[in-house]
């Protein structure tokens, strides 16, 4: 029986092409961590067992192929809004990005095996294999994700958001070193097999015993830091709309005024506020400086020493550029801060390398230009931090904010619209990547999204309120105390 599953053709790319899509369960929203430990493990073992470099790599391809398919699906779905037009797109949507992302994943595949076929680590302890296994994967993800055009979103540390007990840690070493002690979880499993397969019981106790001592380090630094750091809040109130427009009320010109006028009334308040948040792209007219009649309308929900900070297309009336920005308006209807995406969306809001192929899936209004100024801003006596969309992705460390020193911030507000991606699973998994950057940095996230789930995290990631995915609403809620890391 088991020569016979062996000379069927394909069908060890088959099962690791099934454990791959299986692994996506892992991530939001289903929050299956124990599967990605368990088919992490399996990788381990396959690299370690595989006598032929050629037949490890086709695998090793698939099961990432598969896994970036299972968790990115919803990449396409912007293209099924114009099905008449772009559907031939689709394939290429559905394949190449995952491959692309696969492809530098072999990379540590290849260097682990080669050092398993050296004299030298064949000679390791135990204990040591798993660790060249995680760190090699997580140096190879932290390049892909952050020195390229850099999409880090399928990131092992990501898989740990069924409860915030297992994020605490994020707040030691970020999102990076999270994904690390996470394959160093399932390299010590894999391990743990591999001895046990070879019947070195004790090899195979002591690489068990560490992969459950990790995991118990996790839970209980979580629990601590969470006993020790209770949510206490400022004297500062926010309230967050939540237009829930659907893209093609956005899209058409005759729902320009209903859609802004929705945007007023849910922002309309009694008791004083400081910020009001829209979310991307929410004022329904192509933005720039000295639109009074538009700073007359928008002024209208706030009082005396308010202010709104909403996303807009902006239009440079001197270099005719376009930008995806955010800007704030004051109570006055006074433009007094603004700041333009850094991080643009490639494919979606420019395309890299000016490829003709792809001019189909770029903005409409043809591609934004990158933003220049700090995503540090300050309005009255608060210092935000600004993440437009997915620029919410990027680490602390290596992203968007490298430069800045988060102790001197108050909160970041990350304003996006995952009204793009319907239902899928892409709402939920870019909740939970703005709540991991909440317990990287210590400081609350205040997140505004058109349609999706728009919420505020204090900084241990706790949920404060939402508006849930699919609804219109609006909620009021002190801003969370940061935490000085």
Same mark, same amino acid.
Request: glycine share 6%; charged share 15%.
């Given at each position: 029986?088991?020569?016979r ?14 454990? =791959?899509?299986?692994?996506? @369960?892992?991530?939001?929203?289903? !929050?299956?961590?124990? /599967? *990605? #430990?368990? %088919?992490?493990?399996w ?17 090793a391809?698939?099961f ?53 076929q ?14 060249i ?6 140096l ?9 055009p =850099?999409?880090?979103w399928? @990131?092992?540390?990501?898989?740990? !958001?069924?409860?915030? /007990? *297992? #994020?605490? %840690? ?14 160093l ?41 969470l ?17 829930n ?9 005759a ?25 991307e ?15 007359? #309308?928008?002024k ?6 308010e202010?709104?900070l909403?996303?807009?297309?902006r239009?440079d ?12 308006i ?16 490639p ?9 003709p ?11 934004f230009?990158?933003g220049q ?36 911030a108050?909160v ?11 239902y ?30 728009s ?10 309120s939402?508006?849930p995915?699919n609804?219109a ?13």
């Amino acid at each position: 029986m088991r020569n016979r599953v062996a000379l069927c053709p394909g069908s060890q790319f088959l099962k690791s092409g099934i454990l =791959g899509a299986v692994t996506a @369960l892992a991530f939001a929203p289903f !929050n299956l961590f124990p /599967i *990605f #430990l368990a %088919t992490f493990a399996w990788l381990f073992l396959k690299i370690r067992e595989t006598s032929r470099i050629a037949e490890l790599m086709k695998q090793a391809f698939c099961f990432f192929c598969c896994l970036h398919i299972g968790c990115i699906y919803w990449l396409i779905y912007p293209l099924t809004l114009n099905l008449h037009k772009y559907w031939i797109l689709i394939p290429f949507a559905i394949t190449l990005i995952p491959a692309y992302l696969s492809l530098f994943l072999l990379v540590p595949v290849f260097c682990l095996r080669k050092c398993e076929q050296s004299a030298k680590t064949r000679l390791m302890s135990s204990q040591v294999t798993p660790m060249i296994f995680a760190a090699f994967f997580t140096l190879t993800m932290m390049f892909y994700g952050n020195f390229l055009p =850099g999409f880090p979103w399928v @990131l092992p540390g990501y898989i740990w !958001n069924c409860h915030e /007990i *297992f #994020l605490q %840690t994020l707040s030691l070493y970020g999102i990076y070193g999270l994904s690390f002690v996470t394959l160093l979880i399932s390299g010590f499993l894999g391990e743990s097999l591999w001895n046990y397969m070879a019947r070195r019981w004790e090899s195979a106790k002591k690489s068990a015993l560490l992969a459950v001592i990790i995991f118990l380090f996790l839970v209980l630094f979580g629990h601590f830091r969470l006993v020790n750091n209770p949510t206490k809040f400022t004297d500062k109130k926010v309230i967050v709309v939540q237009g829930n427009i659907q893209h093609e009320q956005k899209s058409a010109s005759a729902f320009a005024y209903p859609n802004l006028r929705k945007h007023l009334n849910l922002s309309r308040h009694e008791s004083k506020v400081d910020l009001i948040v829209w979310p991307e792209a929410s004022v329904p007219y192509l933005y720039h400086e000295n639109f009074t009649k538009l700073h007359v #309308l928008l002024k209208s929900c706030l009082a005396d020493g308010e202010h709104l900070l909403t996303g807009v297309v902006r239009k440079d009336q001197c270099t005719e550029d376009f930008y995806n920005s955010v800007v704030v308006i004051n109570s006055s209807g006074e433009n007094v801060a603004k700041y333009d995406k850094i991080h643009l969306l490639p494919f979606g809001e420019y395309i890299p390398f000016r490829i003709p192929l792809f001019h189909a899936i770029a903005s409409e209004i043809d591609d934004f230009t990158f933003g220049q100024l700090s995503n540090l801003i300050e309005v009255g006596d608060l210092k935000i931090i600004l993440a437009i969309c997915y620029e919410i992705v990027f680490s602390r460390r290596l992203g968007t904010a490298a430069t800045i020193d988060f102790s001197k911030a108050d909160v970041i507000v990350n304003v996006t619209n995952d009204g793009w991606f319907g239902y899928t699973t892409e709402p939920f998994q870019h909740l939970q990547i703005s709540r991991a950057r909440a317990i990287e940095t210590g400081l609350p996230v205040v997140r505004a999204t058109n349609v999706g789930i728009s919420a505020i995290f204090d900084p241990c990631g706790r949920e404060i309120s939402r508006v849930p995915m699919n609804q219109a609403g609006a909620f009021e809620s002190p801003i969370p105390q940061k935490i000085i890391l």
